[in-house]
């Protein structure tokens, strides 16, 4: 703790100051109230290519137009009125294949410029934040 003086002072004290920084940890329960919107994350199959199945077919699929590959992944996260395991994004033409079922996701195939991209539903446990503490030092080495 850093020496008190009863007015302020140009001479600098030699302790550093005490700082907090957040810790992120897993928890073994939730912290968060369940919702009813699933949790998922979007991850780009690779090699870079256009969506197979395991019989090398396009699978099903709708195609739609939109503006950028981000708003291909907005459609597919928040659209309700079909199924969307994941989607394909064609840069040149902006389409936007919404895939239907999970099978259509098993390897890349056709040209490198189109990106497939699977919904993955998460089930892993929710983080919470923490506040970390300091301990005393001790004589005898801790693991």
């Known amino acids: 703790m850093a020496p008190t003086t009863a007015s302020p002072t ?27 919107t699933p949790l998922f994350e979007f991850v ?50 902006n389409v936007c294949e919404i895939h239907e079922s999970a099978g259509n996701f098993h390897h890349t195939g056709g040209t490198s410029q189109c990106q497939c991209v699977q919904k993955i539903t998460i089930t892993s446990a929710p983080t919470e934040l923490i506040e970390t503490t300091s301990r005393a030092p001790t004589s005898v080495p801790t693991t």
């Open 44 to 93: 780009a199959l690779v090699p870079r290519g256009c969506c197979r199945t395991s019989g090398a077919s396009e699978g099903s699929y709708t195609d739609l137009v939109v503006a950028s590959q981000a708003a291909c992944e907005e459609v597919c996260a928040s659209n309700s009125s079909f199924s969307c395991a994941g989607y394909e994004w064609h840069p040149w033409d």
């Open 10 to 36: 140009t001479v600098p004290t030699t302790e550093a100051p005490v700082t907090w920084s957040p810790t992120y940890m897993p928890t073994s329960h939730p912290t968060q109230t369940p919702t009813s």
